[in-house]
């Protein structure tokens, strides 16, 4: 693959470039503590309805988190479509919208885990708890769809990234690779955790995700920083 011309930013957006690195590092950052929550606390996924509503709590707090990082993406987008738009305007303006996309899923997905939390107490004062759980399942159910949907748009909004950065001269090409395949990954692990394949491989996208976010993140405030406004 032809790798294009230098790169040519527009030191106008120097903030945006250097403020966009650090919430994309900042959001690598956050996949590194869900990975370590999830052993640390023995949460399991996909979540089980009992389990959640006898103790909603540390889902509740550490899907919070990950909430937030999923909403530091698309400032990191924005710094990535105006650091790399001289290359492919078409498919860096496709991977920010589609990545916009993909942060209001994961505000719908992690609403819904939020309600779990109020009917907690109903649940453990209720004579007849199956009703609760139902309800439960139906709400655990949408998360899945909805969170399902938000990591598949974020696995192509990253592929397009990938793409245009093989064809970049401002990121290392393996850096690229990464990218792409992250979101090849990640594009298959909630379909693996639902069919019982070992965590380990399914988190194989999201380490693949922490360190393309943590080095792209590093590098883009670095270069926000040193760019000159004339």
Same mark, same amino acid.
């Given at each position: ?10 030191? *106008? ?48 707090? &550490? =899907? ?17 479509? =105006?650091? &790399? ?14 990545? %916009? &996309? ?11 885990? =939020? ?6 107490? *109903? ?35 990253? !592929? ?17 690779? !990464?990218?792409? =395949? *992250?979101? !090849? ?6 379909? %693996? ?26 590098? &883009? ?10």
């Amino acid at each position: 693959m032809t790798r294009k011309k230098e790169l040519n930013v527009d030191p *106008s957006w120097k903030g945006l470039i250097k403020w966009g690195g650090f919430s994309l590092f900042f959001a690598g950052i956050i996949i590194v503590f869900f990975i370590i929550g999830l052993g640390v606390f023995n949460v399991k996924l996909p979540l089980e309805p009992v389990q959640t509503l006898e103790n909603p709590n540390i889902p509740t707090i &550490l =899907f919070l988190v990950t909430l937030f990082g999923e909403f530091l993406l698309f400032p990191g987008f924005l710094a990535l479509y =105006f650091t &790399l738009r001289n290359y492919d305007k078409v498919n860096m303006l496709m991977a920010t919208v589609i990545n %916009a &996309l993909s942060v209001i899923m994961f505000f719908v997905s992690r609403g819904l885990i =939020f309600t779990m939390s109020k009917i907690d107490n *109903s649940f453990k004062e209720a004579v007849d708890s199956n009703k609760y759980v139902q309800v439960a399942e139906v709400v655990l159910k949408l998360q899945d769809v909805y969170s399902t949907i938000a990591l598949i748009l974020l696995s192509t909004a990253s !592929i397009f990234i990938g793409i245009v950065i093989l064809r970049s001269k401002f990121f290392n090409i393996i850096i690229g690779y !990464i990218i792409i =395949f *992250s979101g !090849i990954f990640s594009i298959i692990t909630p379909f %693996a955790v639902n069919l019982g394949i070992p965590l380990v491989i399914s988190l194989i996208g999201l380490v693949l995700m922490l360190i393309w976010q943590i080095t792209v993140g590093i590098k &883009l405030f670095i270069l926000g920083n040193n760019l000159k406004i004339r």
